[in-house]
């Protein structure tokens, strides 16, 4: 049975401060500079602000409400503990990160351990969007690029958006951009069922949140 704790306790337990070392009990952490990207334009964060977090480690202790960013040009977790960034030390399974505080339906599931070509190896935080007989994932990430301004000399260094998606099915990896005819493609095989499924809810293979609840359907037959 998995045990869970209130993040007051995570803290409780997370730091024990002795000739400048950071020990714990159950979960650990290093302090982290935020200022690294001073000279990049732009934020390496997905969100700005800490965001309510669910986290799970390798041995399902959960922490509850742990004020948790992503860093997406890292691809790294931070939690916050008095106004401090910590990098996680301890080996976390799970983060359940809520972007809206006290909205369930927003929440984002990102976890490890999806290999599929060299944009995304196994020790990657990925999205995962579905899990299931057609896993779908989202492999969220920050760059570096270099832009030219008007009247600015030289080059400046700015951070970019990325992502890509992978679908999963019968053991084949697949990055796509979905569309209405992969995503056919991909339910072809339960056609008749989704397509009666689809209508009745009104969905569109076009919106992420529509196709999602086509695929949670899917993998529910």
Same mark, same amino acid.
């Given at each position: 049975?998995?045990? @869970?704790?209130?993040?007051?306790?995570?803290?409780?337990?997370?730091?024990?401060?002795? #000739? !400048?070392?950071?020990?714990?009990?159950?979960?650990?952490?290093?302090?982290?500079?935020?200022? @690294?990207?001073?000279?990049?334009?732009? #934020?390496?964060?997905?969100?700005?602000?800490?965001?309510?977090?669910?986290?799970?480690?390798?041995?399902?202790?959960?922490?509850?409400?742990?004020?948790?960013?992503?860093?997406?040009?890292?691809?790294?977790?931070?939690?916050?503990?008095?106004?401090?960034?910590?990098?996680?030390?301890?080996?976390?399974?799970?983060?359940?990160?809520?972007?809206?505080?006290?909205?369930?339906?927003?929440?984002?599931?990102?976890?490890?351990?999806?290999?599929?070509?060299?944009?995304?190896?196994?020790?990657?935080?990925? !999205?995962?969007?579905?899990?299931?007989?057609?896993?779908?994932?989202?492999?969220?990430?920050?760059? !570096? !690029?270099?832009?030219?301004?008007?009247?600015?000399?030289?080059?400046?260094?700015?951070?970019?958006?990325?992502?890509?998606?992978?679908?999963?099915?019968?053991?084949?990896?697949?990055?796509?951009?979905?569309?209405?005819?992969?995503?056919?493609?991909?339910? #072809?095989?339960?056609?008749?069922?989704?397509?009666?499924?689809?209508?009745?809810?009104?969905?569109?293979?076009?919106?992420?949140?529509?196709?999602?609840?086509?695929?949670?359907?899917?993998? #529910?037959?």
């Amino acid at each position: 049975m998995q045990k @869970i704790f209130l993040s007051i306790l995570f803290f409780g337990l997370t730091f024990f401060v002795n #000739s !400048q070392a950071y020990m714990a009990d159950v979960v650990t952490g290093k302090p982290y500079t935020l200022g @690294i990207y001073n000279e990049i334009r732009g #934020s390496a964060f997905l969100f700005d602000d800490w965001k309510p977090t669910h986290v799970t480690d390798k041995d399902g202790i959960i922490f509850l409400n742990v004020p948790v960013r992503f860093d997406a040009y890292a691809n790294k977790f931070l939690f916050n503990h008095r106004d401090t960034a910590y990098e996680f030390i301890t080996v976390v399974k799970e983060f359940e990160l809520f972007p809206s505080r006290g909205d369930t339906t927003t929440k984002m599931v990102f976890k490890k351990g999806f290999a599929a070509d060299d944009k995304l190896t196994a020790d990657k935080w990925v !999205q995962v969007l579905a899990e299931g007989k057609i896993t779908v994932i989202k492999y969220i990430r920050k760059t !570096q !690029q270099e832009i030219s301004e008007y009247n600015v000399p030289g080059k400046i260094n700015v951070f970019a958006d990325n992502m890509t998606y992978f679908f999963i099915k019968n053991g084949t990896t697949v990055s796509q951009r979905p569309s209405p005819k992969f995503l056919q493609e991909l339910l #072809s095989d339960r056609w008749t069922l989704m397509d009666a499924f689809m209508k009745q809810h009104a969905l569109s293979l076009r919106i992420e949140d529509n196709y999602l609840k086509a695929i949670n359907y899917y993998n #529910s037959l």
